[in-house]
């Protein structure tokens, strides 16, 4: 079972300022190399600004390219961890170490969610 755990983006994520506080990068690092030694590390990043992206809306049969940067933080990813667990207990107890990731007095919030599985598009499977 794979898990995508998503950094929700901030103002400060998306103004591109990078985090002052070197144990918060310490302890990321951390717990990156735990998730890496017990194996369920399949790949980690954070993301860049939305200022640097695009989004592309499809409407009507037709494509438009929406350039960067967008409003709403609250909807945005800062960064993500993709793991890959025996369980869904296995994945909340690895989301529960989950460093708090803009520091430990900021607030944060980090979104789990587990990833369709090619078996999960099969004919009758429920």
Known sequence: MRFMIMVKATPDTEAGVMPADDTLMAAMATYHEKLAQAGVLLDMAGLKPTAQGW?????????????????????????????????????????RRFPPPMGALADAEIDVRQLYEPEDFEAGHA
Not at 56 to 68: H, K, L, P, S
């Open 55 to 95: 989004k592309i809306r499809y409407r009507g049969g037709e494509r438009t390219v929406i350039d960067g940067p967008f409003a709403e933080t609250k909807e945005l990813v800062a960064g993500y961890t993709l793991i890959q667990v025996r369980s869904r207990e296995e994945a909340m107890e690895w989301a």
